[in-house]
């Protein structure tokens, strides 16, 4: 299995500024997927991080809003820029396992944000 | 894209019932996955069964790839059950692609 630690666990931020969430994993992978869970809903994927590589986009997000970085194979970040009370949300890392075998994916803690 | 159906969304048992929770997906799939969400968001594996049966304690499993659907057993449900039941399939049959996540069954169990 893989170990993902995602910080920060929970912040509240004021509306118009930016937050970073970092994801670090305990081996080597290599993509990292980050989601979004708003309240009472599902999780939606927001891209894919490849290293090496820009991070690829689903339709309705885009990179100027939710600037992703991966600098190795074992760490992410995922950023939630001029924040406004919509983008209250839950964010969750996730990788595949790093065996060979098998595909099964792993989340981080996830990172409980509120924006007043 | 490749669809996911929970059901039912919402399910309230009494501490001691059994429950089959249920997944349909709408294509062949590489990956089934069962997450249990806890009150704190966190998502925690329950089972990994692109197909067949696995059993963890009260906690057992069934694909049938052929049929597409899954179905989880919740047997003599406890308290600490309760919290929102995912179904999560690979997008593609190949490995490295992102989950599509059903949209839960929210279970609630009360003593």
């Known amino acids: 299995s893989a170990v993902i630690s995602q910080k920060p666990s929970r912040d509240i931020c004021q509306r118009g500024t930016s937050l970073t969430i970092q994801c670090q994993v305990d081996?080597?992978?290599?993509?990292m997927f980050w989601y979004r869970q708003q309240p009472g809903q599902s999780l939606t994927l927001i891209a894919t991080a490849n290293q090496g590589s820009e991070a690829t986009y689903e339709s309705g997000f885009v990179i100027d809003k939710f600037p992703i970085s991966r600098p190795n194979l074992t760490f992410s970040t995922l950023t939630v820029s001029n924040m406004s009370p919509e983008d209250s949300s839950i964010y969750l890392c996730?990788?595949?396992?790093?065996?060979?075998?098998?595909?099964?994916?792993?989340f981080g803690q996830g990172t409980r944000l509120t924006v007043v | 894209g490749i669809q996911v159906e929970q059901s039912p969304p919402d399910l309230i048992l009494q501490e001691g019932a059994n429950s089959t929770l249920r997944c349909n997906f709408s294509?062949?799939?590489?990956?089934l996955q069962w997450f249990h969400q806890n009150p704190w968001g966190q998502l925690i594996n329950l089972f990994y069964i692109p197909s067949g049966t696995k059993q963890n304690g009260r906690l057992s499993a069934t694909t049938v790839a052929t049929e597409r659907y899954s179905l989880l057993y919740i047997s003599s449900s406890q308290t600490t059950d309760s919290g929102v039941y995912f179904c999560a399939v690979e997008r593609r049959p190949s490995g490295n692609t992102p989950l599509v996540f059903g949209k839960g069954t929210r279970l609630s169990v009360i003593a």
């Open positions: 081996s080597q992978v290599t993509m």
């Open positions: 294509d062949s799939v590489n990956n």
């Open positions: 996730s990788v595949d396992s790093p065996l060979r075998t098998n595909t099964e994916a792993f």
